[in-house]
């Protein structure tokens, strides 16, 4: 498929467990987002990648959190010590990247993450 | 008070309705302003965005930015139960990519 797509599609975990869950983008995007949709609320930003570098991580809610992409195409967002407060779907998304202006931001399915 | 604040519904009507969506906002930084659908266990799918003021149309769909009262409208003509969804607002500003939504609003169109 053409399209983002997110590993896993779901994840149970318990509390203080630590977790990964991994996006590959649309092939050639360079730009890659992630943000987290708790249920009944839209998606919060997390951080954005261009490239290798996180561009923007002012989404992060603390140091639990971190992403990493070292060879600008596929993204792991790492949680250490998770809490119940972390449970929601974490979704990734891709753009051209570079364009200098606002660029379309394709979303994968997301990854359910339930902590018990 | 968050950034933007959107109904979450839902939004019942049938099908054929006119529906009318919509978000305010605080930040009048925010410059682009998007509508996303967004299916069930789906993520979201870009609609339409605007830049700035104005009216942008797309088929049966309507978007509409009044800046001077920060709030944005999306209007769905000739709605079809394949429009049942949520959907939800995004803006952000200027030379940035981060976007910030709002909660989404829930709309059944029934047969």
């Known amino acids: 498929g053409a399209g983002v797509s997110q590993t896993p599609s779901n994840k149970v975990t318990e509390k203080g467990k630590y977790v990964e869950l991994r996006c590959d983008p649309i092939?050639?995007?360079?730009?890659l987002y992630w943000y987290r949709q708790s249920l009944g609320q839209g998606p919060e930003f997390l951080i954005y990648?261009?490239?290798?570098?996180?561009?923007?991580d002012s989404g992060l809610p603390n140091d639990r959190f971190f992403a990493v992409r070292p060879e600008g195409s596929v993204s792991t967002l790492k949680i250490q010590r998770t809490e119940r407060g972390d449970s929601a779907v974490y979704l990734c998304?891709?753009?051209?990247?570079?364009?200098?202006?606002?660029?379309?931001?394709?979303f994968g399915p997301g990854t359910r993450l339930l902590v018990l | 008070q968050k950034e933007v604040e959107q109904d979450p519904g839902p939004l019942s009507v049938p099908e054929g309705a006119i529906v009318s969506l919509n978000c305010t906002y605080s930040n009048s930084a925010f410059q682009y302003f998007m509508w996303y659908r967004q299916y069930s266990r789906k993520g979201p799918e870009l609609l339409m965005y605007t830049y700035s003021s104005g009216n942008k149309e797309d088929g049966r769909f309507t978007a509409q930015v009044d800046k001077s009262s920060k709030y944005i409208s999306l209007f769905i003509r000739d709605s079809q139960p394949s429009d049942s969804a949520t959907y939800l607002c995004?803006?952000?500003?200027?030379?940035?990519?981060?976007?910030?939504f709002g909660t989404g609003t829930r709309l059944l169109v029934s047969p």
């Open positions: 092939s050639g995007h360079t730009a």
């Open positions: 998304a891709s753009s051209q990247g570079g364009t200098g202006g606002l660029e379309t931001q394709y």
């Open positions: 990648f261009q490239g290798t570098g996180a561009a923007d």
């Open positions: 995004a803006m952000t500003r200027l030379g940035f990519q981060k976007l910030v």
